[in-house]
């Protein structure tokens, strides 16, 4: 019985696969797209550049001494992602962000531990 049903399971996925396998997409005639090189990436201000570049900085120096807190992380995903876009205004905003966690999670470090001894 058991090995009725273990030949029915068996068979069913090897079925399954192939037509998974028949089904995958074939190239159309459709035009090339321009490879991404070709298409001009958005650009940032100088001034948002380097407000990006002293964050990332920051968040290096906040990890190598396990002070990096989570909302600076997300933050400095948020300005690469605004870079990325093209939002000038957007990456200097949480490129400050980022800066001033960071500056507090270091400051954390010379708190006092709760930990009971």
């Known amino acids: 019985m058991n090995s009725k049903i273990f030949s029915a399971a068996a068979a069913s996925l090897i079925a399954l696969f192939m037509i998974g396998c028949s089904a995958t997409p074939t190239k159309s005639a459709e035009t090339p797209k321009a490879p991404a090189a070709a298409v001009a990436a958005p650009t940032i201000s100088e001034e948002a550049q380097k407000a990006l570049t002293q964050a990332e900085a920051d968040v290096k120096a906040a990890k190598s001494k396990f002070a990096l807190w989570t909302t600076a992380e997300t933050a400095l995903k948020a300005a690469q992602e605004a870079a990325k876009a093209g939002?000038?205004?957007g990456v200097i905003s949480q490129a400050k962000y980022v800066s001033g966690q960071v500056k507090q999670g270091l400051a954390q470090i010379s708190y006092?531990?709760?930990?009971?001894k």
């Not at 006092?112 to 009971?116: A, D, I, K």
């Open 112 to 116: 006092p531990t709760t930990e009971q």
């Open 87 to 89: 939002d000038s205004a």
